[in-house]
T-cell receptor
Framework: DVKVTQSSRYLVKRTGEKVFLECVQDMDHENMFWYRQDPGLGLRLIYF???????EKGDIPEGYSVSREKKERFSLILESASTNQTSMYLC???????????????FGPGTRLTVT | AQSVTQLDSQVPVFEEAPVELRCNYSSSVSVYLFWYVQYPNQGLQLLLK??????LVESINGFEAEFNKSQTSFHLRKPSVHISDTAEYFCAVMGGGNKLTFGTGTQLKVEL
């Protein structure tokens, strides 16, 4: 079974702190994604990565950065946390595959971040 | 660009009753559609997907969805719900680069 793990289920940080959210997958997937989930807004893509050291902006990258130094690990960084970044953060991974059809994304359990 | 509309934010239903969760999409590329489910305090799990072929797709727990190209819809149905189906359901469309665009979700609440 594919397993995507996230370093914390709950996290409380203060405004201005630098925050690291870690995600690890064990299926050798090429693609990894970071989303934030807010009530009434669904999931919105922050950043994604197709390969080690590669990253691309999603729909809401402002205030975030990412790092992918190893294939299995994808980190989301809040350089200076703000209260409007209080949210649920979900990591996902998928294989690139060789055929023409896409592959499903597998999600981690999420990290609920509160910035006070 | 693609987008997904889930008009119903909450759907209450009694156990053993049928349910339909609505999803409409727009996409300028080939359409790949997904339904994900999120049980309380958990991540998202894939429920079913339409990639090609038969327009009616089914899940292992009795849900089905039908891809309707003319109506740009991918509604989720179950003929008889169980209390354990209480969860939030997200419709999503996949565009280029394996990126998913999600709807805002529908909270299904099954009552006794």
């Amino acid at each position: 079974d594919v397993k995507v793990t996230q370093s914390s289920r709950y996290l409380v940080k203060r405004t201005g702190e630098k925050v690291f959210l870690e995600c690890v997958q064990d299926m050798d997937h090429e693609n990894m994604f970071w989303y934030r989930q807010d009530p009434g807004l669904g999931l919105r893509l922050i950043y994604f990565s197709y390969d080690v050291k590669m990253k691309e902006k999603g729909d809401i990258p402002e205030g975030y950065s990412v790092s992918r130094e190893k294939k299995e690990r994808f980190s989301l960084i809040l350089e200076s946390a703000s209260t409007n970044q209080t949210s649920m953060y979900l990591c996902a991974s998928s294989t690139r595959g060789s055929g023409g059809l896409p592959y499903e994304q597998y999600f981690g359990p999420g990290t609920r971040l509160t910035v006070t | 660009a693609q987008s997904v509309t889930q008009l119903d934010s909450q759907v209450p239903v009694f156990e053993e009753a049928p349910v339909e969760l609505r999803c409409n999409y727009s996409s300028s590329v080939s359409v790949y559609l997904f339904w994900y489910v999120q049980y309380p305090n958990q991540g998202l799990q894939l429920l079913l997907k339409y990639l090609s072929g038969s327009t009616l797709v089914e899940s292992i727990n009795g849900f089905e969805a039908e891809f309707n190209k003319s109506q740009t819809s991918f509604h989720l149905r179950k003929p008889s719900v169980h209390i354990s189906d209480t969860a939030e359901y997200f419709c999503a469309v996949m565009g280029g680069g394996n990126k998913l665009t999600f709807g805002t979700g529908t909270q299904l609440k099954v009552e006794l």
